[in-house]
């Protein structure tokens, strides 16, 4: 079977979450022994359709325009047996790029009027692919590709065979390289199973796709870490991209953000045999107390002050977190009394290896 892939996510190269969506997909595709061959649209010189209707009537099924689109993209998606559609969700739809790739696909389109099930359309030309939409968004909620999939169901008919649609991706895809969720593994791993079903059968099983979308959050656990995320982008001037080259670490702005980055950046791993309980004691800009109660690869934070904690750091808050995100030494401002700690002393060294990849 041949697959075209159509990515239309211009962040290739590990920072797309499209990408790294349809990646797995097409891995479980390869594996059922599919042909795949990926096209990343933004690479592709593609004008925009200007609604001539030369394709319809002077040219029929030929474009005016001689770009990418006509020359390669059009008649390798003619080809393809089945045609995945990759696109991050911009304003609750397909992006720019995928839209003109969208537009551009007129000539498949005769201009004759028909009616089917009491909806009137255009009849094909030819027989196009089979398709799969996949998208991806950063907001929780499932349903904010309600209006995604109602455009492609209405255009797209019955050759649309599959949706697949990731919410909280952001969050899904930095649990999953870094080992931090056993339920973003698990969505990784349905959707190379996905794949597989795809080429197997046309189809992906409702258990499959209940894998793919079971919930990762809600808004009380993502928006802080969102915003936090985003005003520490916004307060160092960096973008996205830049963010994570650079290896930065959200600056929390609160006593429940900090527990929140907290528990992000906690490695279960590292913690597998550890049983501890750190206090925090903050003063300054924020004052309050929070603990850290780390037993056997788990993390849970509470406020107040905990019974018997461990280790207890007294620190003004803007001091803790220059250490936090890197821009203090946190053994220097130890040596300059700028933060105090009572109890063992060397859980100081390992909540590096507890909090880190």
């Known amino acids: 079977m041949k697959v075209l892939a159509i990515n239309s996510s211009a962040r290739v190269g590990g920072e797309s979450k499209t990408e790294f969506m349809l990646e797995h997909l097409l891995q479980g595709m390869r594996e059922a022994g599919a042909r795949v061959e990926v096209i990343n649209l933004y690479e592709k010189k593609i004008k925009h359709c200007v609604g001539c209707f030369t394709c319809w009537t002077k040219t029929p099924g030929k474009c005016i325009h001689k770009d990418d ?3 390669e993209v059009f008649p390798k ?40 099930n009491g909806v009137t359309s255009h009849p094909y030309r030819w027989e196009i692919p089979d398709l799969v939409l996949l998208s991806v968004a950063g907001l929780p909620e499932y349903s904010v590709f309600d209006q995604l999939s109602a455009f492609a169901r209405r255009y797209y008919r019955d ?4 949706e697949i649609y990731r919410p909280a991706a952001e969050t899904m895809a ?8 056993q339920r973003a593994k698990d969505i990784v791993e349905a959707t190379i199973q996905a794949g597989h079903e795809l080429i197997n059968s046309r189809k992906i099983t409702e258990e499959t796709m209940g894998r793919i979308t079971q ?3 809600d808004f009380e656990s993502l928006a802080p870490l969102g915003n936090v995320f985003w005003k520490t982008c916004i307060d160092e001037r960096v973008t996205p991209k830049q963010f994570g080259e650079r290896g930065m670490i959200p600056r929390p702005d609160s006593i429940e953000t900090f527990t929140a980055v907290m528990k992000v950046a906690f490695n279960p791993q590292k913690a597998a045999n550890v049983r501890v309980i750190i206090q925090f004691i903050f003063s300054g800009q924020v004052k309050g107390e929070c603990f ?5 690869g788990t993390i849970k934070s509470e406020t107040g002050i905990a019974e018997r904690p461990d280790m207890t750091v007294h620190s003004p808050f803007e001091v803790w977190m220059d ?7 946190g053994q220097q401002k130890f040596m300059e009394e700028k933060y105090s700690v009572e109890g063992d002393l060397s859980l100081l060294m390992r909540m590096g ?5």
């Open 353 to 357: 290896e507890m909090f880190g990849d």
């Open 215 to 217: 919930p990762l959050g």
């Open 292 to 296: 850290l109660d780390i037993e056997k």
């Open 323 to 329: 250490i936090l995100t890197g821009k203090a030494d």
């Open 174 to 181: 930095w649990k999953a390289k870094y080992g931090r969720s």
């Open 159 to 162: 050759k649309l065979i599959a």
């Open 77 to 116: 998606y003619l080809d393809a047996d089945l045609a995945v559609l990759a696109t991050p969700l911009y304003k609750y739809a397909v992006n720019s790029i995928m839209k003109t790739f969208m537009d551009r696909t007129l000539p498949d389109l005769l201009p004759f009027f028909v009616l089917e």
């Open 69 to 71: 689109m006509s020359g």
